[in-house]
């Protein structure tokens, strides 16, 4: 049973251009949720999917939206790329009315804005 | 949320007990201690979860006084592989829906 994959492992964009990352959510997990990890920092919340729409909301602009398919799978958009947007892109899926527990992250996405 | 305070790093011996402390002064009557694992390159990892006393299980376990105010995770007989960073979260107990809230963590080096 594959966990948690995310597509690609890095990215290196210049400013102003736009991203899309891709996350497939472990097998039976219905609920995709996005971070940004800064290094040296904790994994920062942007935003979840659940049934195709966003759920939930952390402190992140407009320029980051998302999209969940029917497959459950997710993918994450940046806008207008900023060199503070350079950072790791963790994805973690979930069974959404499961425990704590159900959370699995995936390796992440190694983003560079230059 | 109840704010966290954690070392920032930490260095160990293999084959040493260590013992990472969390500071949660103004933990509330509902709120869980969860602690997270994180490997260089990968996503954070659940440990364990407890809300007083003490739970352990297979990698390690958890201290929390009476007064909750902190946690204590223990690692028993840390091996190289256990280099990481530790994150100490504190809400409620959570669901696979909840937003994870997480500090910059405790970095453990061990040490051949």
């Known amino acids: 049973d594959a966990g948690v994959t995310q597509s690609p492992t890095h990215l290196i964009k210049t400013r102003g251009q736009q991203v899309t990352l891709r996350c497939s959510p472990k097998?039976?997990?219905?609920?995709v949720s996005w971070y940004q990890q800064a290094l040296g920092q904790g994994p920062q919340f942007i935003f979840q999917?659940?049934?195709?729409?966003?759920?939930q909301r952390g402190n992140f602009p407009d320029r980051f939206s998302g999209h969940q398919f029917p497959n459950y799978s997710s993918e994450l958009n940046v806008n207008a790329l900023l060199l503070g947007d350079s950072a790791l892109y963790l994805c973690?899926?979930?069974f959404g009315t499961g425990g704590i527990k159900t959370q699995y992250f995936g390796p992440g996405t190694r983003l560079l804005v230059l | 949320l109840a704010k966290t305070t954690q070392p920032i790093s930490m260095d160990s011996y293999e084959g040493q007990e260590v013992n990472i402390t969390c500071s949660h002064n103004?933990?509330?009557?509902?709120?869980?201690i969860t602690w997270y694992q994180q490997f260089p390159s990968q996503g954070p990892r659940f440990i364990i979860q407890?809300?007083?006393t003490k739970v352990t299980n297979e990698v390690a376990s958890l201290f929390i006084p009476a007064d909750r105010k902190s946690s204590t995770l223990s690692l028993p007989r840390v091996s190289l592989s256990d280099t990481a960073v530790y994150y100490c979260?504190?809400?409620?107990?959570?669901?696979?829906?909840?937003?994870?809230?997480f500090g910059k963590g405790t970095r453990l080096s061990v040490i051949a």
């Open positions: 973690a899926s979930s």
């Open positions: 097998s039976g997990h219905d609920t």
């Open positions: 999917y659940y049934e195709e729409e966003e759920r």
């Open positions: 103004n933990i509330a009557t509902n709120d869980y």
């Open positions: 407890g809300y007083k």
């Open positions: 979260l504190v809400g409620d107990r959570g669901s696979g829906n909840t937003p994870l809230v």
